[in-house]
T-cell receptor, first 116, second 110 residues
């Protein structure tokens, strides 16, 4: 069982280049998320998608765009990469928390991006 | 004030001791609380969740929640070197807003 799959795992970009991080989940979750993790900053939410067809900004959305392609897939695009976007990016998915459901976030393995 | 606060550590404990990790949060409406473990270079993995006041035990792990004090803790009994990792506290504030602390680095000394 794959869970949450992210690609690529590593990428080096030059300032101004664009790229898309891909994420897919096979757990039939409605909600998907993109986080970035920087030393001393913890996990910060970039964008999330509560359900197919919807996307919303998180804490640090500037410089990013997202697409919820279908229920399984949620991509993150950097249109013009900047050195400040050097980070580790995690995709996650979950079901909505209820008394019968933990609402746990399931994470992908991460994508390490370096912008020169 | 940060929404979820943790001491960054490192917290060093000898093998076999109890490790106590703490977390405070600011949103009184928060519903559910999570502890994730993250090894260096890996993704976070859930080890405990709690949503009712009191204690919840799972093996060597106990999560404690006090909503009145806005405080969540994680106790690890009989700490092992393999428990050495960063522990992230996460709070669900609203339906989709998961807020993470910056994590506490735990070192278990053999």
């Amino acid at each position: 069982n794959a869970g949450v799959t992210q690609t690529p795992k590593f990428q080096v970009l030059k300032t101004g280049q664009s790229m898309t991080l891909q994420c897919a989940q096979d757990m039939n979750h409605n909600s998907m998320y993109w986080y970035r993790q920087d030393p001393g900053m913890g996990l910060r939410l970039i964008y999330y998608s509560a359900s197919e067809g919807t996307t919303d900004k998180g804490e640090v959305p500037n410089g990013y765009n997202v697409s919820r392609l279908n229920k399984r897939e949620f991509s993150l695009r950097l249109e013009s990469a900047a050195p400040s976007q050097t980070s580790v990016y995690f995709c996650a998915s979950s079901e909505v928390w209820t008394s019968e459901n933990t609402g746990e976030l399931f994470f992908g393995e991460g994508s390490r991006l370096t912008v020169l | 004030q940060k929404e979820v606060e943790q001491n960054s550590g490192p917290l060093s404990v000898p093998e076999g001791a109890i490790a106590s990790l703490n977390c405070t949060y600011s949103d009184r409406g928060s519903q559910s609380f999570f502890w994730y473990r993250q090894y260096s270079g890996k993704s976070p993995e859930l080890i405990m969740f709690i949503y009712s006041n009191g204690d919840k035990e799972d093996g060597r792990f106990t999560a404690q929640l006090n909503k009145a004090s806005q405080y969540v803790s994680l106790l690890i009994r009989d700490s092992q070197p393999s428990d050495s990792a960063t522990y992230l506290c996460a709070v669900l504030s609203g339906t989709y807003k998961y807020i993470f602390g910056t994590g506490t680095r735990l070192k278990v000394l053999a």
